[in-house]
């Protein structure tokens, strides 16, 4: 199964933006983040399975949002933890 098809392209970048700008505006809580990292990057969160391809496609796009941000957050520019 693909994680981003031709339908579900829109989904994934949404997901993404969305949780990359929302990841970065609570940089002070960076053990969450990185704890939700962590979940997601070990298959993510039950609920959504590998039943409908919207879910999988948001599920992945929220995990390359917070990747990109937690980046930013630490090895940015900022600083702010490095």
């Known amino acids: 199964m693909d994680i981003v ?3 579900t392209r829109k989904h994934f970048a949404v997901a993404s933006c969305i949780s990359c700008v929302v990841a ?3 940089y002070e809580w ?3 983040l990185v704890a939700l990292w962590g979940v997601l990057a070990m298959g993510g969160i039950g609920l959504f399975g590998l039943k409908r391809q919207v879910l999988v496609s948001i599920q992945w796009g929220s995990f390359f949002g917070l990747t990109a941000a937690l ?3 630490i090895w940015g520019p900022l600083g702010l933890y490095g």
């Open 5 to 7: 098809t031709k339908s």
């Open 24 to 26: 970065l505006a609570s």
């Open 30 to 32: 960076l053990v969450v």
């Open 71 to 73: 980046a930013f957050l």
